[in-house]
């Protein structure tokens, strides 16, 4: 287990439970998942480490990538009678460098902006949730500089939540410095 440095990842997607009142002593893995907003700090931990979600139903079972599971603030790829199994995490990746960064309006609020990176020596992945109805991600082929990084955030067209948690100006703002932190990260 030592190897695997990316399940640092847990304890700071855990710790991001603690900012809401409604799920304190009270949330699931996969009811996070589930309820899927964006605010979820499972969806973050999942799609950033390439999870892949496990959902049955009486009838059949199918899998689904974390970053694809949830498809808008409260939507998800779910049909009426399936549930959230379990969630599959690839031993390749554990062993990948990661980075996190975090932001909420208030110290332990809920999360305004999460970004995870990873590289390895096959590439490097950015995913960005909180911020985004549902989870954006940008691969590279190496950790990019903090220029590239930005200019594919620019020309992707994104949508930015923006409500009581914090504006989507400043959540599109607050991305782009949070990936940079990441990066610095990461190459560092």
Known sequence: MREWSALSLMRHCCEAFSGSFKIRNLATVGGNLALSLPIGPMISLFSGLDGVCVIESAARSRAVPASEFVTGIGTN????????????????????????????????????????????????????????????????????????????????????????????????????????DVLEELSG
């Open 77 to 180: 790829v779910l049909e009426p009678d399936e549930l959230v199994r379990s969630v599959l995490l690839p031993t390749s990746v554990l062993r990948d460098r990661v980075a996190f960064r975090r932001i909420s309006l208030t110290r332990h609020g809920p999360s305004a902006v999460v970004v995870v990176g990873r590289s390895a020596p096959g590439g490097c992945t950015l995913t960005v949730t909180a911020a985004t109805p549902c989870p954006r991600q940008l691969t590279f082929p190496d950790v990019p500089s903090a220029h590239e990084a930005i200019a594919r955030l620019e020309h992707g067209a994104w949508s930015y939540v923006g409500d009581f948690h914090g504006s989507d100006l400043w959540r599109r703002h607050m991305t782009r410095k949070l990936v940079v």
